[in-house]
């Protein structure tokens, strides 16, 4: 039978057994040797390492180094897979095997439970009053057993004084649970699991998908931070989430990646339209000599493919959560766009339908406008202004227009997407949100509406080391403005000609910290 | 089956197309383009006394080959070597242009590339006279240009040229800048892959005989280092 991944908020607080038999599970795997690969550190180096940084915050002894073999050298280290639809399986198979091996260490021990499985924290849980918060269980460096909390860390800043804050827009899944598709196309819409990718450990290419930025890339900033007082822009304040290369040392982490797994599932059973991918480069892949490859709770390693982590009751992973619910009770980010258009334009009303959603024609992509300049942000909230291209905004306009719109069979009207280009940082911890079409002067926090999205720099730094084989080109994000560009037109204001950005620093951006080197806007017709 | 294959691999549509631009400048080459055909008489020729230095052997060049022919030359020798690498830059300019200024784009950014590279390959084609003058022989240039490059393959700084030739520059689109930046991605990528390149180019220039098998064989490192995946284990802090 299944073993049931458990929400850590349905547990008893703050020391549920399942959460109790975890640090002591942890404990254990903290107690062996680097170069075991069954150790925490080996795991966590699985998933990124740098020497130095692991030797400043105490990971390495003086005396000691990483480890020395072939496997870890060329294969083990940094595997993990960002910005790409290899994320989400990547991280299923991560998760498996760390979970398979706390508890082979857990069942060592005297009165262990033979069912253990890793809880998750689901932090839009209807259970507790604020299910935002740090569970009290790793908030806090006491713990029934004595001692040093295996599941405390310090180096969780949180908003810089170790209280971890996490506002509900840091976490809604809306934009991943309700977009159908998988698989994502650069520049536009990069779909529920990221854009096409081959092997992709830093996030200087590509596109991430909307679960990886949120709420996964949020999560991770709001909860490692930086140290208040100190240089948000020097990796030495950041916290342990904050960067790839140390995120998984934090215990937090594990419970974290449980929940992204867990809405892969909320999303692949929600609508029976959501597919994961079928070509056989996802299936089997990585192509090339780079593969997943993981080690087992014998020591040994095994290599798996996205087409083994597609069951969750299979022998080799034989787990289900506790709940997969669907939050949004079956709605569709077509279908609401569609119902909100036809409501507001008389005449059109009943477009909205199944018929339209399944159009799934591979969608043209096309850049419709640019600012002029980079744009730095400091602590203060920063502005741009996009410049749009007339001939390419008609496009978007006609796309609207009624004859076309009241057709039945007819594509949904243009989306359009904000595109942060090549944004440089040393701050990994930088979240900032991100408004559109504000009037100038506008309190943003009064127009709720105008808010694109949130971002979170979550790997920003590697991205931004000129050193590393992208010479420093910077990450992407892009936010859908779909919604924004449809109540222009249903206002009867389709002058797209000069559209206003506002970024607005949610945690420490430091000063002249991050670069957006082109604030951009595409169209994506489908 | 096979598109997929490719697509897994790394070869787009785009990919292809660059292949095949590639293996017809390889074909004129073979063919006998005029800078090659006569590779082994210039730098038999350099091996005399009646080539001392750079002034004299560049007009010695241009007489016996010509002006148009010593940079039709160099370009296809580019293009059949540097062609496939190029795919990742060229998306770039695609997908971040207006879609009527794409070829514009391309254009001026291939024009701004090949103009660097024609120049590195005159410099290289007198460094290549130079040192056949100095040696006294074909064999002695090569030795001497495959221990430099050797030197340079294995060196940390060629490895931060290299990770410049992946900077995906912003790229504007009104203006006269709408012009100028992808002129000068062209001209800058093309400087940071001569750094990382020149000695793959220089070995089949002075090795005049064998030229062909050394520069299919630089062509295949490069579109393998170009178009290779960053993969795990490469996570070391450089830092900066």
């Given at each position: 039978m299944a073993r049931i991944r458990r929400n850590v908020w349905s547990l008893a607080q703050p020391w549920d057994p399942v959460l109790l038999w975890y640090a002591r599970g942890v404990q254990v795997l903290k107690t062996r040797p680097f170069a075991d690969v069954t150790s925490w550190r080996y795991?966590?180096?699985?998933?990124?390492?740098?020497?130095?940084?692991?030797?400043?915050?105490?990971?390495?002894?003086?005396?000691?180094?990483?480890?020395?073999?072939?496997?870890f050298k060329k294969q083990d280290q940094g595997q993990c897979q960002h910005h790409g639809w290899y994320?989400?399986?990547?991280?299923?198979?991560?998760?498996?095997?760390?979970?398979?091996i706390v508890r082979a260490a857990i069942e060592k021990l005297p009165g262990a439970p033979k069912d253990w499985a890793l809880p998750y924290w689901d932090y839009n849980s209807k259970a507790v009053a604020n299910p935002r918060l740090l569970p009290e269980a790793f908030a806090k460096n006491v713990w029934p057993d004595g001692g040093d909390n295996p599941l405390f860390d310090k180096r969780r800043y949180g908003r810089g004084d170790g209280v971890v804050v996490i506002r509900p827009e840091d976490v809604d899944t809306k934009t991943a649970l309700t977009d159908g598709q998988f698989e994502g196309v650069a520049n536009g819409s990069p779909g529920f699991g990221g854009v096409r990718t081959p092997f992709q450990h830093d996030a200087d290419r590509d596109h991430e998908g909307w679960l990886e930025q949120v709420p996964h890339d949020v999560v991770h900033g709001r909860v490692g931070g930086s140290q208040a007082g100190q240089d948000p822009n020097d990796w030495r304040s950041a916290g342990l989430m904050s960067m790839p290369e140390t995120a998984g040392l934090d215990p937090i982490f594990w419970l974290h990646h449980a929940n992204i797994d867990r809405l892969w599932e909320v999303w692949r059973k929600r609508d029976a339209s959501h597919k994961n991918p079928v070509l056989s480069s996802w299936l089997n892949?990585?192509?090339?000599?780079?593969?997943?490859?993981?080690?087992?709770?014998?020591?040994?390693?095994?290599?798996?493919?996205?087409?083994?982590?597609?069951?969750?009751?299979?022998?080799?992973?034989?787990?289900?959560?506790?709940?997969?619910?669907?939050?949004?009770?079956?709605?569709?980010?077509?279908?609401?766009?569609?119902?909100?258009?036809?409501?507001?334009?008389?005449?059109?009303?009943?477009?909205?339908g199944p018929e339209v959603s399944s159009v799934a024609k591979k969608p043209i992509v096309e850049l419709l406008g640019a600012n002029a300049k980079a744009v730095m942000l400091s602590n203060a909230p920063t502005s741009t202004t996009i410049k749009v291209d007339k001939p390419t905004a008609r496009k978007v306009t006609n796309s609207f227009?009624?004859?076309?719109?009241?057709?039945?069979?007819?594509?949904?009207?243009?989306?359009?997407?904000?595109?942060?280009?090549?944004?440089?940082?040393?701050?990994?911890?930088?979240?900032?949100?991100?408004?559109?079409?504000?009037?100038?002067?506008?309190?943003?926090?009064?127009?709720?509406?105008?808010?694109?999205?949130?971002?979170?720099?979550?790997?920003?730094?590697?991205?931004?080391?000129?050193a590393k084989p992208h010479g420093g080109s910077g990450m992407t994000k892009v936010l859908e403005i779909t919604d924004t560009i449809d109540r222009l037109h249903l206002s009867g204001n389709a002058d797209l000609s000069n559209l206003s950005v506002l970024f607005v620093p949610v945690s420490s951006v430091g000063a002249g910290g991050v670069s957006i080197k082109r604030v951009s806007i595409y169209r994506q017709s489908s | 089956m096979l598109r997929q294959w490719l697509q897994a691999r790394g070869f787009g549509p785009l990919g292809l197309l660059l292949w095949g631009v590639s293996l017809c400048a390889w074909l004129l080459i073979v063919g006998g383009d005029r800078l090659h055909v006569a590779l082994p008489l210039l730098c038999g020729g350099a091996a005399t006394s009646v080539i001392p230095q750079g002034a004299f052997a560049l007009e010695y060049a241009v007489q016996t080959v010509g002006w148009p022919a010593l940079a039709g030359g160099s370009a296809l020798m580019v293009i059949a070597m540097m062609a496939p690498a190029l795919a990742g830059p060229l998306l770039h300019l695609w997908y971040r242009s207006l879609s009527r200024h794409r070829w514009r784009a391309i254009l001026l950014f291939v024009a701004g590339y090949l103009s660097i590279w024609t120049i590195a390959c005159v410099i290289l084609i007198l460094t290549a006279y130079l040192l056949h003058g100095s040696t006294g022989s074909e064999l002695g240039a090569g030795l001497v240009a495959a221990a430099a490059g050797l030197a340079w393959q294995i060196s940390p700084v060629r490895a931060r040229c290299l990770a410049r030739c992946h900077l995906r520059p912003r790229l504007s689109i009104f203006g006269a800048a709408a012009f100028a930046d992808p002129l000068l991605f062209g001209l800058t990528l093309a400087c940071w892959c001569v750094a990382t390149c020149w000695a793959l180019m220089l070995l089949p220039l002075c090795l005049a005989d064998a030229h062909l098998p050394i520069m299919a064989a630089g062509a295949l490192l490069v579109a393998i280092e170009r178009t290779r995946q960053p993969g795990a284990g490469r996570s070391g802090l450089v830092f900066r």
């Open positions: 795991l966590a180096a699985i998933h990124g390492v740098e020497e130095q940084i692991w030797r400043e915050f105490g990971w390495l002894k003086p005396a000691e180094h990483l480890p020395q073999t072939p496997e994320f989400v399986p990547w991280h299923r198979g991560y998760l498996a095997a760390f979970e398979a892949g990585p192509a090339g000599r780079h593969k997943f490859i993981l080690p087992q709770p014998n020591g040994t390693r095994k290599q798996f493919a996205p087409k083994d982590m597609l069951d969750t009751t299979a022998p080799a992973l034989n787990y289900v959560y506790e709940d997969t619910s669907d939050p949004f009770a079956g709605q569709q980010r077509l279908s609401a766009r569609l119902r909100t258009l036809s409501m507001a334009i008389p005449g059109a009303q009943g477009v909205a227009k009624m004859n076309e719109f009241t057709a039945r069979s007819v594509p949904e009207p243009d989306r359009v997407f904000l595109n942060l280009e090549n944004i440089t940082s040393d701050n990994n911890a930088a979240v900032f949100d991100v408004y559109v079409g504000l009037p100038e002067g506008a309190d943003p926090a009064a127009h709720p509406d105008n808010r694109a999205g949130v971002v979170s720099l979550f790997g920003a730094r590697a991205a931004t080391n000129m | -």
